[in-house]
Structure formats: structure tokens, C-alpha cells
């Protein structure tokens, strides 16, 4: 029997402009519209728009929202204030034992502004392929009182738009007063503000190493959005990008993806994750797991691989060095920017020095590369034009 895919609110839109449509965490989803290298360009160069509506929007509300997230998250949420971002894991299993932890998930945690009565309102952004776990591992710590939780996925929409003029591009879409406030947002800051007359929750994360913003609209808003963001943006250069586009400008920014880098067993410290565990006082599922983990050096690290050919190693691919295995590749592709393949990989530790040479088992042969400091590629700064008078 054929499963039905789930759609966003901008489906129609990429199949009329030539997405190319595929399955993706139970989405359809564009990979590309016309050549990953040229969607990539674009948002390296001028501005890229990627619908990410596919990745789990929650909403958590209520008087212990704050507090309840505290006790959940890896990332301290007591002291953050509306407006603010971090990114956090979500884990499973006990606070005071050192097994049996499970990372779920990785995740965007913010502190919304607060409502009428100054109860505070919490959100999360997690990845599409464990939005179904993550809401039901949430629902069964729910207390029972005081705190709401709702999967807002479907009701809304979330666009991204990454690039040297991405955030002067959708400021340029507000009135005055949240033009301003949208230029001036510092990074893992959100703010509302009126874009191309619709109500959006504006933040400036981002994951493809770009400067850039995402909007969160409701649903029916999101269509009329995007093209309002498509049309002003077309003398800039922007381009329409899909997921291809999307991953190999994370990976060439060096950041992981869960499912590759990060998977539930890993030790987030390998990966170079600790700023992700705020452990200091605090206790969470899986604190002491991670605190033991935190004081021993792990045997395998997470390394970037540059080689001097454009063919790509895969996530599975031996690393070796003189014949004996040091690890795996997690995430590997061709990168414009580099103008060479590049990987992620967790090899021995002792073995992760940038200007080790090593070989990767690509396919029927062996393809040599060497370590080098992540990230590949570093953002330009943009330089901002001084105001007239």
C-alpha cells in the first residue's frame, strides 16, 4: 500500500515552478528546481529561500511551560528571556545513571514573548523524521497541570532565507518599526514583526553557515509570503533552493545532521556538541550520562576531510590510514565553494590532527584526503554601506 505523503502549505507552488518533488521524512518535498551548485551559489553569493515547513514547529504554554522545559532539556531554559533562541538535544532516559541515555533529537528552544497575564510561552523546532517521537516522549512528561503543549506543524509554515542580503531583503518587505527590528536582530534572537503584510515570527538562526532569517506564518499566509519574498528578491539574484541545495551548505559549514553526525547513542562531546549540555547545577534525562562523558576524551571525534577530486564519499565509507580502519564517514558531497568533495567523518581520536593524511574507501577504490579544521568554509562578513546624512 502506498503511504500518503505529507504536504506543506507551498507544495503547489514548487511543483508549478519545477521542484523537482521527492519523499523526505514522510514530506514532499523539493530537492531541487533546477542545479543544486547554482542554488547553493546563490545563497553563498546573493539569497537562497528554502521552504523548511516540514521540520516540527511545538508549541508549549502555561504557567510551569518555562520550568518544565528546564527539567527536560539539555540547555538551560530558566534564564531566557522573550526573544531568545538556543539550540538544545532532547533526551530520554534516567538524570542520576550513567546508561541507558538516548538523544532524540536536536533541537531549536525559544522564549516567545510572554502572554497578556505574564505567563511565559515557549517553542520548539525539531527535525521532521522525529517530530512524531518527540511529541509523544513530550506528552508522556507532561505534568498535570500547568503546561500546554501543542504540535503546531501543520497549522503554520516556515520559510528560510539565507544569504549575504537575506536579512536586508525581508526587512525591506516590513514597516518601518519592524524593518528596524528585524535588521537589527542579533542571532538566536526571534522577534514578531509584519512581512509583505502578513504576521510572522522572525528568527535568525539559520543552518546553512549564511546570514539569513526564518519565518514562521500560518498556514494559509505562507503561499502569499513566499512570493512576495520570491519577487522582491529576484534582482538580488535570489533563487528558490531545495533540500540538495540545503545540505551541502550545512555540510560545508560544517554542522551535523541528525541521523549522520548525531545519533542516539552518540557522545555529543565527540561530536562537538558540548555547547549544547548546560550540566552545572541542573539536572535533565541523562545528566549524569553526560557528565561522566564530558571528563573522559572519547575514543572516536568528529573531523572534516578535504580530497582533490570532486567525487564524493558517502556516510558508511571506511576512513583508513595504512591499511587499518580509523572510522566511518558520516556525511560527505561535492561543495562549491571548496571546488572539491569534502566529508565528516568520526575517526580515532588520535588520528583527527588537521594535515593528517588519510584514505577513504570510495566505492571500488581508495580516495585520498587529509584533516582539516571545521568549518570548510567561513562566511564572508558583509560589509554594510554607512547611512546617507
Known amino acids: 500500500m502506498t503511504q500518503t505523503l505529507s504536504e506543506t502549505p507551498l507544495v503547489r507552488w514548487h511543483q508549478a515552478h519545477g521542484g523537482r518533488m521527492v519523499d523526505f521524512a514522510g514530506w514532499l518535498m523539493p530537492v531541487q528546481y533546477g542545479s543544486i551548485v547554482d542554488e547553493h551559489v ?3 553569493s546573493a539569497v537562497g529561500m528554502f521552504d523548511v515547513s516540514h521540520m516540527g514547529r511545538l508549541s508549549v ?13 539539555t540547555r538551560r531554559v530558566a534564564d531566557m528571556e522573550p526573544g531568545r533562541v538556543r539550540y ?34 515557549m517553542s520548539l523546532v525539531v527535525n521532521a523524521s522525529n517530530r512524531p517521537r518527540v511529541v509523544d516522549w513530550l506528552r508522556s512528561r507532561l505534568p498535570s497541570g500547568g503546561v500546554d503543549l501543542h504540535d503546531a506543524t501543520r497549522d503554520t509554515a516556515m520559510i528560510a532565507v539565507q544569504g549575504p542580503q537575506g536579512v536586508e531583503l525581508v526587512a525591506s518587505l516590513a514597516p518601518g518599526p519592524d524593518a528596524a527590528r528585524i535588521t537589527g536582530l542579533k542571532t538566536y534572537r526571534a522577534v514578531p514583526a509584519t512581512v509583505a503584510d502578513r504576521c510572522a515570527m522572525v528568527s535568525r538562526t539559520g543552518y546553512t553557515g549564511e546570514d539569513g532569517v526564518e519565518l514562521v506564518v500560518a498556514a494559509a499566509d505562507a503561499e502569499p509570503l513566499w512570493e512576495a519574498i520570491h519577487e522582491a528578491g529576484g534582482p538580488l539574484g535570489l533563487r528558490a533552493c531545495g533540500l540538495g541545495a540545503r545540505d551541502t551548505l550545512r555540510l560545508e559549514a560544517g554542522m551535523p545532521l541528525y541521523g549522520h553526525e548525531l545519533l542516539e547513542e552518540s557522545d555529543p562531546f565527540a561530536i562537538g556538541l558540548g555547547l549544547a549540555i548546560d550540566l552545572d547545577g541542573r539536572t535533565f534525562p541523562g545528566a549524569t550520562a553526560f557528565a561522566g562523558q564530558r571528563e573522559r576524551p572519547p575514543g572516536r571525534v568528529r573531523i572534516g576531510i578535504v ?3 570532486k567525487r564524493s564519499a558517502r ?27 569534502v566529508a565528516m567523518a568520526m575517526v580515532d581520536r588520535e588520528m583527527s590532527e588537521p594535515g593528517t593524511n588519510l584514505a577513504v574507501a570510495v566505492r571500488d577504490s581508495l580516495q585520498a584526503g587529509r584533516v582539516v579544521p571545521l568549518p570548510f568554509s567561513r562566511r564572508k562578513p558583509v560589509v554594510r554601506p554607512l547611512a546617507s546624512g
Open 42 to 44: 546563490a545563497t553563498r
Open 61 to 73: 504554554s502555561g504557567p510551569g511551560s518555562q520550568a518544565w522545559l528546564e527539567s527536560l532539556l
Open 88 to 121: 538544545t538535544l532532547i533526551t530520554s532516559g534516567p538524570a542520576d545513571s550513567d546508561r541507558g541515555v538516548s538523544i532524540l533529537d536536536d533541537a531549536l528552544v525559544a522564549r516567545e514573548a510572554d502572554a497578556a497575564d505574564g505567563t511565559p510561552r
Open 307 to 309: 580530497f582533490d577530486t
Open 315 to 341: 556516510q558508511g565509507d571506511l576512513v583508513l590510514h595504512a591499511g587499518r580502519e580509523l572510522g566511518r564517514v558520516t556525511s560527505g558531497s561535492y561543495v562549491p565553494t571548496i571546488g572539491n568533495a
